[in-house]
């Protein structure tokens, strides 16, 4: 029997699940067999757990472990997405494949965000401008769900209807500064874990610590996309 693996665990089951991850997965995260539970596995199991149609917590129980021991294998081209429902967030398998964009250096610009920003009333035209919102709107309308049409993160604070700290909310938090961010709640200890755009200058799931930032909401779809 496996043992329940989240981010921080350590040893020869986390080899084993680097290693099926490495194979079921596609495309393949190509991960460090290193037995090390870190941000990358993380994202991994995320990603994996999404296509696989499994609850979205980023830990790894009986559930995930039955997948991956019976050979699963996630095909992201080919699945269709699930429907609403406070555990199947159909937005958050859309964000999970966009892992790993991120700004281009110089004067390039990704037009994979430029995309994103395509979504809101800013329509801005390159990818330095903060695109957080931008990319929300965008994964929501990917199933058909109209987002706030704005590019800045406030926005979403009266959109939906509120909504408790849930995998796929739309969790807006805020820095002690004034700055706000927006994205997709993950999970929630001594940091707020968010898969977002615009996190380091990529989509990717970071962590808000809490000594900065504060928790302004939660938000969650009024209807059904099916």
Not at 66 to 72: H, K, P, S
Not at 89 to 111: C, S, T
Not at 119 to 135: G, I, K, Q, R, Y
Not at 173 to 186: E, I, L, Y
């Amino acid at each position: 029997m496996h043992p329940v693996l989240r981010r921080g665990s350590t040893g020869k089951d986390v080899v084993g699940l680097q290693e099926l991850l490495n194979k079921h997965l596609q495309p393949s995260p190509n991960l460090r067999i290193d037995g090390i539970f870190g941000p990358r596995t993380e994202s991994a199991i995320l990603r994996y757990q999404a296509v696989a149609r499994l609850y979205i917590d980023g830990v790894v129980g009986s559930g995930t472990w039955t997948a991956l021991g019976n050979g699963v294998t996630s095909d992201q081209s080919d699945q269709p997405l699930p429907a609403i429902s406070a555990y199947n967030a159909p937005w958050m398998a859309v964000a999970l494949r966009e892992v790993g964009q991120r700004e281009l250096a110089g004067d390039k610009d990704n037009p994979r965000i430029l995309r994103y920003h395509g979504t809101t009333s800013l329509h801005a035209t390159n990818d330095e401008v903060p695109w957080c919102s931008s990319f929300v709107n965008w994964c929501l309308k990917q199933v058909c769900i109209p987002g706030t049409n704005s590019a800045a993160a406030s926005s979403w604070l009266h959109w939906g209807k509120t909504s408790v700290p849930m995998s796929g909310a739309i969790s807006v938090v805020g820095k002690n500064t004034g700055q706000n961010h927006v994205g997709f709640f993950v999970s929630e200890g001594k940091d707020f874990s968010v898969l977002g755009g615009n996190q380091s200058h990529r989509v990717r799931v970071s962590k808000y610590p809490k000594s900065c930032y504060i928790s302004l909401g939660h938000r969650w779809p009024t209807y059904d996309a099916r």
